[in-house]
């Protein structure tokens, strides 16, 4: 590890992208998001990148699909309305399975919305957004030094599975300054042989390569399909990151990822300190989700509390993992407010009274 | 061994004297143009012309979506296939990535001058060293005959059945005309495909925009190119390319709109 430094979220990002040799960055400026574009412009070109300012996000992204589709890293950066935009390049990226980094800096909507933090973008990130089967594999920092970590973490998934890789952030944590170490990160050791389908011109000679999302045949593009879903499955079983606090003895737990999980840790602390045992289950990747860990802990608590920054996406998966073993409530702000320690803790007791009178009842 | 001209000896293969060959580069292969079609010829010289400036081991092209979504199939270079009307911009991608090599689009009215307009400003005007083939053929031929940004006033199609209405449904776009006019476009020229003339002139015009390129000169080429669309058009292969001598090219007059010595 190298020194401490006090960075903004956005620079943090940024700085480690360069440092996991990202050789081409295409972006458009968007509130919160638009210090990692300043950094870009003023650094990648003195350290060996391409910056390209596009004309649009739709650009943008289709600038990335042409670099990745050399095998050169490539990445985007963009906050939500920008990231709508990026569908349809993003179900083509995913189709012709180019590896890239997409980096969205999320605030609230819908429509113009506002330029806080929010988490209204998980069912874009997480359930697909654009046409079509797909999955991005997506990582969700907490912290400014997740913020960098997720960045080679996300490049080198993306080079192994070609797969687009998202950091879904927010506004607070790409605004936010904190201190943040870099890795020793040598892309050498990182480097994966993408020989065999890159175009780059028939080198001495060799077969045509061709990079396309069209299969006109049914059968072939249902065979296209099934290979997507299998690369899918094998990282459902292998990828899966995510961080628990005091869920040992704990009675009920909190499920939150990103910024709220920073709230929900404060929670945590004030809940413990009247006596009430309560864990944290945080994931760090929201594609592949941590069913299993969370299936594990319902069958331990008496009840979970999901909390977001939207009108409840991810409990929808929590419910699903739970599938009826333990209560599953929601509390969430929207529009660009943030859940704070205290209301958390409220909504935990009421949680803890609700499943105590249940029990009363029962027996 | 017969001797055609004094001095000169040349071999006799078969019966006949070998006066044109498929380049290598072109897929044996049957394609799913129309009879007739000018995209066929277009492929042709392309490949011909990457054969002549021997940059097979670094061109990539880009295909976008209509007619020519397919053109991977054909040309056996390198290829991307784009979204629609995204071309230039994955074409800026691998460009900015790998600036040595040679990076080309292929795209038609309604990728390059409607759903795409702004790609094709945009790139041009940053002026990305690629060159962007563009088929103006009027009409949206993959999709069934659907009128496109550059079907003249008056005409028939499925979209504009009593002809094209310039009041309701706009005015024709001349892209050359418009892109010669951004700082960023190096040579911009309208050639055709209709006769043996033209298409001798039209494969002079690539050629150069590929060797300015090669030769890394600043800017981007823009080489658009009236072709025909006889099954769009409604007209047998003969009589579109008549139109195309009699009426197109009032419309979008041939030649050069910008020269890289003389600009404008």
Redesign the interface.
Known sequence: MGKKLLMKGNEALAEAAIRAGLKGYFGYPITPQSELLEYLANELPKRGGAFVQAESEVAAINMVYGAAGTGERAMTSTSSPGFSLMQEGISYIACAELPCLLVNVVRGGPGLGTIQPSQGDYFQAVKGGGHGDYKMIVLAPNSVQEMADFVYLGMDLADLYRNPVCILADGALGQMMESVEFPEYNIEDHKVDHSSWTTRGRLNGRDQHYITSLYLDPEKMERINQGLQKKYQIIKEKEVHFETTETEDADYAIIAFGLTSRSALKALELARAQGLKIGLLRPQTLFPFPVTAIQELARQVKGLLVVEMNAGQMVEDVRLAVNGETPVEFYGRMGGMIPQPEDILEEITKLINVSTDQMGKDS | MAVIQEGIQCEILDQLDIVWERPGTLYDIENHYCPGCGHSVVHRLLMEIVEELD??????G?APVGCS??A?HYL????????HG?AT??????K???PD??VFTYQGDGDLAAIGT??T??TIN?GENIVIIFINNGIYGMTGGQMAPTTLAGAVTSTSPEGRDLVTQGNPIRMSELVALLDGSYYVTRQAVNSAKTVRKAKKAIKTAFQYQVEGKGGTSFIEIISNCPAGWKMTPLESNQYINRDVVDFFPLGDYKLPEKGI
């Open positions: 940059i097979i081991d670094r061109t990539i880009v979504v397919l991977y056996n270079i390198d290829m991307q296939e784009a979204a995204r911009a994955v074409a800026t991608g691998i900015r990535v790998l090599k040679i702004s790609e400003i945009h940053r």
